[in-house]
């Protein structure tokens, strides 16, 4: 994989929730947000400016499907967070390769490192993804999303 340019982790905010926390990412459109979603997620459980991609770095490739856009959302976050509750993968850079609108299919390449506490400095578990205020909004120039996970 050549290049991670949309994958950086830069346009989010976390938001108080009564429930749990919010995530709110944007991008210049619905790709960009949806990669952000997926980084602010790998940052809230473990804090991404202390992963260091090294030879030990690891690419995994994800696919997944939905029968609407909150659907996909859905299953690209709850994919992602499955890997890492599974292989304990900590994913720093995210590229969607693949975004199908009418089929409502995404294909996304994450790049990351297994976690080592020794290195890693870890921030709260997120314990399942959620559908409750979930808001996709996109307009020509910005892109917006806001998930509430479970903590």
Known sequence: MESY?????????????????M??????????????????????????DSVELDDSATEQTISVNGHDMDSLLFALLDEFLFVF????????????ISFD?????????GKGVELDKSKHTTGTEIKAITYSCM????????????????I
């Open 23 to 48: 995530f709110h990412t944007w991008g210049k459109d619905l790709k960009e947000a949806l990669e952000q979603m997926v980084l602010i997620m790998n940052n809230y459980m473990v804090e991404l």
């Open 5 to 21: 340019g949309l994958g950086q982790l830069k346009n989010f905010e976390y938001l108080d929730h009564t429930a749990d926390i």
């Open 101 to 109: 609108r009418e089929n409502f299919s995404i294909k996304a390449i």
């Open 85 to 96: 509750s599974t292989e304990f993968i900590i994913f720093k850079q995210v590229q969607i």
């Open 135 to 150: 808001k996709i909004e996109e307009n020509p120039d910005k892109s917006d999303i806001h998930v509430i996970v479970d």
